[in-house]
C-alpha cells in the first residue's frame, strides 16, 4: 500500500505570496494532521480533520487554514507569506481521530519564502 | 500551554556505545509517542506507551514510562550506525493536538 504522498516535494515563494500544500493519507486512514517543522526543531501541530471536520487547531495565526475533502486527501492553505513560514510542513495520517493512534507522516513539503 | 522537553539536545557516541534520551512533559499525559527522523526524511513512529511505569522493548531500543506519566525515556544499547537520526517523544495535549519534544540529535561514530 502506499504511504502518505504530499506535493509539491519543494516550494519556493516570495513574501506576501499564497501557497497551498496538498496531502493524501493511507487509504482507510480518515484523520489528517498537518505540522510545520523549522530546521533544527521538533514539529509543531498546525491543523487535524477528521471526517473532513476540524478537530484541532494548534497556535497559528488565520493566515493557516486547511479542509478535508470526501476522499480524505487535505489541503493546507498559507496567506500572506512571511520568511518566517519557511519549513518543512508535513502531513500525518491515522485511522481514527483519537490523538492517541500513531501518526504516519508524508515525505514533507519544503517551502521556502524569499 | 503543555509543554514537552527532550535532554540533550545532541549525542555523539561511538558506534557500540548506549545511548538515553529523556523526555518530561509539564502535564499528565495518558500516552506517549516516540518517532525517530533520519536526516532529511519524515518522522516514523517507533513506539506508544500507555501505562503508568510501562517499559517495552524493540531489539536493542528500550522505552519507559515513568511512574506519574510526566517522563519517559528511551534507551539504545550497543548503537550503531543505523541507529544515526533525531528521536522526538509527543504526547496528546489539548483539543486533539500532538505535542512534540524538540528531540535528540544522534550521532555515531564508527
Known amino acids: 500500500d502506499a504511504g502518505v504522498t504530499q506535493s509539491p516535494t519543494h516550494l519556493i515563494k516570495t513574501r506576501g505570496q499564497h501557497v497551498t500544500l496538498r496531502c493524501s493519507p493511507i487509504?482507510?486512514?480518515?484523520?489528517v494532521s498537518w505540522y510545520q517543522q523549522v530546521l533544527g526543531q521538533g514539529p509543531q501541530f498546525i491543523f487535524q480533520?477528521?471526517?473532513?471536520?476540524?478537530?484541532g487547531r494548534g497556535n497559528f495565526p488565520d493566515r493557516f487554514s486547511a479542509r478535508q475533502f470526501p476522499n480524505y486527501s487535505s489541503e493546507l492553505n498559507v496567506n500572506a507569506l512571511l520568511l518566517g513560514d519557511s519549513a518543512l510542513y508535513l502531513c500525518?495520517?491515522?485511522?481514527?481521530?483519537?490523538?492517541?493512534?500513531?501518526?504516519?507522516f508524508g515525505p514533507g513539503t519544503r517551502l521556502t519564502v524569499t | 500551554g503543555q509543554q514537552v522537553m527532550q535532554i540533550p539536545q545532541y549525542q555523539h557516541v561511538q558506534e557500540g556505545e548506549d545511548f538515553t534520551t529523556y523526555c518530561n512533559s509539564s502535564?499528565?499525559?495518558?500516552?506517549i509517542q516516540w518517532y525517530k527522523q533520519r536526516p532529511g526524511g519524515h518522522p516514523v513512529f517507533l513506539i506508544q506507551?500507555?501505562?503508568?511505569?510501562e517499559v517495552k522493548k524493540q531489539k536493542r531500543l528500550t522505552f519507559q514510562f515513568g511512574e506519574a506519566k510526566k517522563n519517559s525515556s528511551l534507551h539504545i544499547t550497543a548503537t550503531q550506525t543505523t541507529d544515526v537520526g533525531t528521536y522526538f517523544c509527543?504526547?496528546?495535549?489539548?483539543?486533539?493536538?500532538?505535542?512534540f519534544g524538540g528531540g535528540t540529535r544522534l550521532m555515531v561514530k564508527p
Open positions: 500525518a495520517s491515522s485511522l481514527v481521530g483519537d490523538r492517541g493512534y500513531e501518526q504516519y
Open positions: 487509504s482507510g486512514h480518515k484523520s
Open positions: 480533520y477528521y471526517e473532513k471536520e476540524e478537530r
Open positions: 502535564t499528565t499525559l495518558s500516552n
Open positions: 506507551l500507555v501505562k503508568s511505569g
Open positions: 509527543a504526547g496528546p495535549g489539548q483539543g486533539n493536538m500532538l505535542t
